[in-house]
């Protein structure tokens, strides 16, 4: 499994990013898909994620109305997050995951995303 995570970078607050996770190595529909930031210091937090058994999409109270997770699965296996109105509190290093097994009551416990791709660096300056 390969996860390849880009488009973070630096951006003043107000404004907005579009990461994209390039994947491969899996069947795309047969896993749910995650965005996952962890400041230094502090716990890993799941920012956003889809669910493969009905297609429904979590976010954290955090991101909610700022932040939408996409994907791609009809010309190449991507997902993408959206992330508008950002906020100094939003730097992070955030992380696509996947996941074959995760049930929906444990969509947003990091622990249960068995497959990560590198880190991309989301920095907001105030």
């Known amino acids: 499994v390969q996860l390849q995570a880009s488009g973070g970078g630096l951006v003043q607050a107000g404004g907005s990013l579009r990461l994209s996770c390039a994947v491969s190595?899996?069947?795309?529909?047969?896993?749910?898909m995650s965005w996952i930031r962890q400041v230094p210091g502090k716990e890993r937090e799941v920012v956003s994620c889809?669910?493969?058994?009905?297609?429904?999409?979590?976010y954290a109270d955090s991101v909610k109305g700022r932040f939408t997770i996409s994907s791609d699965s009809n010309t190449e296996n991507e997902v993408f997050l959206q992330m508008n109105s950002l906020k100094p509190e939003d730097t992070a290093v955030h992380y696509c995951a996947a996941s074959a097994r995760v049930i929906a009551s444990q969509l947003g416990v990091p622990s249960s995303w068995e497959h990560w791709g590198q880190g991309t660096q989301v920095t907001v300056s105030s």
């Open positions: 190595g899996i069947t795309f529909d047969d896993y749910a």
């Open positions: 889809t669910s493969k058994s009905d297609g429904s999409t979590y």
